[in-house]
């Protein structure tokens, strides 16, 4: 028995040790475009590996899939969270949950993980071709011959893993198989708003903002930490924002329009806050006198936005200037222009259509003997672990579906 797995990333190293434990006698071999193996783990989480998130409810957990949840559900309940820190703990890698949930390795290097897989794989036997870019894969009878690029040879296999992440050069390989690809469009990105009110802000973070944004006629909501960079917002609740509604983004070209609420309070007590402030200091300068819990730097441009000069005093202060105020702490509106970047996750939405796949087995329903794993399938969650979370599980139930049959 020969088995290929077409990607040395997350998803192809647990589906390779898979595999090669359940069947010792087959050969199993990674090949890796790349010089080395697992270049997203590396650069990972600011190069700690945000391995997965510390949260072992499976329903909780597959909330946080924008595209998958549904699928990943019944896989999760075989292979979660809790398994993958068991899967590193047994293999001498402990990991450390941080108060948001997200777990490292305790070493708080990605190279700590890179190693655990490593030599895992090649204990079990797993042989690692990297500088192998798969050119295409031919299902021929019952099994699979593989091109590599720049190689004039075939080479045989019975099964094949495939594991190329999001990139098109995989995508490419799953179409000439027969699959649909729903198509890729980037997630997880940070807004980009060009507006006074943001001007000289960045770096001024909210712990608790809720945002609403509309877009495509569609209504998207979350709620979090709220980060203003040096072009627009960022921070988890715009990620969540960018990974819902991402599909919808893509279609306006990243236009559309953000409500924002810096507090999370309600309407009506921010209101009474500002009532309060006002009437209880009417000889005070609102510049010198926030409402609680609103940033200086904030609280001084939302002034500036509603024109409450720098020399005017509470007492001057009347009811419609102070609702303009309220409105724009409880629902001042943004135009997101552009798509921003967010360097420490990345993922695509879009890959291989899910009901081609039979999740007991990662098998496609379209070519048999072909396992699909990672990134490539139509899945996508939020930050904080879950993508890799996927990538393990999904590569972990390929690996045992390959070695059985
Ligand atoms: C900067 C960054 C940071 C991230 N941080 C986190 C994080 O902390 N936590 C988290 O959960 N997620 C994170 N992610 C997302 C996570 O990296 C991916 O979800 C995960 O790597 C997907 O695993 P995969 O194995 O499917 O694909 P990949 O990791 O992309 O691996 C695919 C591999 O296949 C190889 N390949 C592709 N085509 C071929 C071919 N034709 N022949 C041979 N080899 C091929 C590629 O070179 C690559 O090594 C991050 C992503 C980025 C970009």
Not at 80 to 95: C, I, K, M, Y
Not at 174 to 189: D, R
Not at 370 to 386: Q, R, S, V, W
Request: proline share 3%; glycine share 10%; net charge positive.
């Amino acid at each position: 028995m020969k088995i290929a797995v077409i990607g040395g990333g997350a998803a192809g190293f647990f589906a390779a040790i898979k595999a090669a434990q359940e069947l010792p006698s087959a050969e199993v071999c990674i090949f890796e475009a790349n010089a080395k193996p697992l270049a997203k783990v590396r650069i990972s989480g600011g190069g700690r590996c945000n391995v997965t998130h510390g949260c072992f409810d499976v329903e909780k957990f597959v909330s946080h899939y924008p595209r998958g949840a549904r699928e990943l559900r019944a896989a999760f309940h075989r292979f979660q969270a809790a398994d993958t820190v068991e899967w590193f703990e047994s293999r001498g890698v402990r990991l450390k949950r941080e108060s948001d949930g997200r777990m490292f390795p305790i070493s708080d290097s990605s190279q700590t993980i890179i190693d655990c897989l490593v030599n895992e794989a090649r204990k079990l036997g797993v042989q690692i071709q990297a500088r192998n870019k798969v050119s295409a894969v031919k299902h021929v009878g019952e099994s699979f011959s593989l091109n590599i690029a720049d190689k004039p040879t075939e080479i045989g296999f019975n099964r094949v893993v495939l594991t190329p992440g999001g990139a098109k050069a995989g995508h490419r390989i799953v179409q000439e198989l027969g699959h649909k690809i729903v198509s890729p469009v980037p997630s997880l990105f940070t807004f980009g708003i060009d507006d006074s009110r943001l001007q000289g802000l960045s770096g001024l973070s909210t712990d608790n903002a809720s945002l609403a944004l509309c877009c495509g006629g569609k209504t998207f909501e979350a709620e979090g930490p709220l980060l203003v960079t040096h072009w627009g917002l960022s921070g988890p609740a715009v990620l969540r924002l960018s990974a819902w509604a991402a599909r919808e983004l893509f279609e306006s070209n990243y236009h559309a329009k953000l409500t924002v609420n810096w507090l999370g309070k309600s309407k009506r007590e921010i209101w009474e806050d500002l009532v309060l402030v006002r009437d209880s200091s009417p000889k005070k300068k609102p510049r010198n006198t926030a409402a609680q819990g609103v940033a200086k730097r904030l609280w001084h441009r939302l002034l500036e936005a509603v024109q409450i000069s720098e020399e005017k005093r509470w007492a001057e202060v009347g009811n419609k200037t102070l609702k303009q105020l309220q409105n724009e702490l409880a629902a001042g509106t943004f135009q997101v222009s552009a798509k921003g970047a967010f360097k420490e996750e990345f993922v695509t939405c879009g890959g291989v259509d899910l009901s081609e796949v039979d999740f007991a087995t990662m098998e496609s329903k379209v070519v048999p003997g072909l396992h699909l794993a990672g990134e490539i399938l139509d899945i996508d969650g939020l930050t904080g672990g879950f993508n890799f979370q996927s990538a393990w599980t999904t590569g972990y139930l390929a690996g045992e579906g390959v070695s059985t049959f």
